[in-house]
C-alpha cells in the first residue's frame, strides 16, 4: 500500500539557519515524489517534484530535495531559510495516478 | 499561471442541511479534484473527474457528491451535512492523470458544521 510519513510535525527554526524537512514514502513502484508548500490561507503550490535522474532535484526559492531508494526517502532541503518559509510542507507520492499527500510539517522561522 | 477558484471560501452549515461547494479552473485541465484537510492529516482525496459529465470516487467518497457539468467547473455536494464534515476542502486540477503530473490547488473552503 501507499504511504508517505513526515514524522515531524512541527519545526521550529531561526532565520538564516539550515533547514532539513523529512519524508519517507513507502510504494514498490517507481516513485514519483512531490513536495508542496501551503501559506496561511492558500492552497497548496508546488516546490519541486522528482521522478527520474539526478536524485537531487532543485526546487523554487532556494529549496532542494533529495531522493534515496535505499533509504525509501525524499527530504526537502534549504541552506538558509527566511521568516516567509513560515508554512505547512506537504510531502507527497503519486502510484496508480492518486497522490497520497503525508500528514505535513508545520515550519516557523524566528527571528 | 494556473487559476483555481473555490466558492464561497468559508461556510457555516447546519447538521442536515445542504452544502453545495464549487471549483472553477481556467488551466483548460482535464482532470479535477476534491480533497479535504483536516488538522494532523493530509490532504485525501474524495471525488475526481477526468472530463465533463463524469464523476470518480476516491478514497473517502462517503458522505459526498460530485458533479461536472463541464470542463472548467466542479462541484462537492454534501446533501445532509454532518458534524464529522467539517474540514478544509480544496479542488485541485492536472492536465492529465500521470503519476508525474502537477496538481494546481485552489485557496480551500472552510466549511463548520454545527
Known amino acids: 500500500a501507499q504511504s508517505v510519513t513526515q514524522p515531524d510535525a512541527r519545526v521550529t527554526v531561526s532565520e538564516g539557519a539550515s533547514l532539513q524537512l523529512r519524508c519517507k514514502y513507502s510504494y514498490s513502484g517507481t516513485p514519483y515524489l512531490f513536495w508542496y508548500v501551503q501559506y496561511p490561507r492558500q492552497g497548496l503550490q508546488l516546490l519541486l517534484k522528482y521522478y527520474s535522474g539526478d536524485p537531487v532535484v532543485q526546487g523554487v526559492n532556494g529549496f532542494e530535495a533529495e531522493f534515496s531508494k535505499s533509504n525509501s526517502s525524499f527530504h526537502l532541503r534549504k541552506a538558509s531559510v527566511h521568516w516567509s518559509d513560515s508554512a505547512v510542507y506537504f510531502c507527497?507520492?503519486?502510484?496508480?495516478?492518486?497522490?497520497?499527500f503525508g500528514a505535513g510539517t508545520r515550519l516557523k522561522v524566528i527571528a | 499561471e494556473a487559476a483555481v477558484t473555490q466558492s464561497p471560501r468559508s461556510k457555516v452549515a447546519v447538521t442536515g442541511g445542504k452544502v453545495t461547494l464549487s471549483c472553477h479552473q481556467t488551466?483548460?485541465?482535464?482532470?479535477m479534484y476534491w480533497y479535504r484537510q483536516d488538522t494532523g492529516h493530509g490532504l485525501r482525496l474524495i471525488h475526481y473527474s477526468y472530463v465533463a459529465d463524469s464523476t470518480e470516487k476516491g478514497d473517502i467518497p462517503d458522505g459526498y457528491k460530485a458533479s461536472r457539468p463541464s470542463q472548467e467547473n466542479f462541484s462537492l455536494i454534501l446533501e445532509l451535512a454532518s458534524l464529522s464534515q467539517t474540514a478544509v476542502y480544496f479542488c485541485a486540477s492536472s492536465a492529465t492523470g500521470w503519476n508525474q503530473d502537477t496538481q494546481y490547488f485552489g485557496p480551500g473552503t472552510r466549511l463548520l458544521v454545527l
Open positions: 488551466n483548460n485541465h482535464d482532470y
Open positions: 507527497a507520492h503519486t502510484g496508480n495516478y492518486k497522490y497520497v
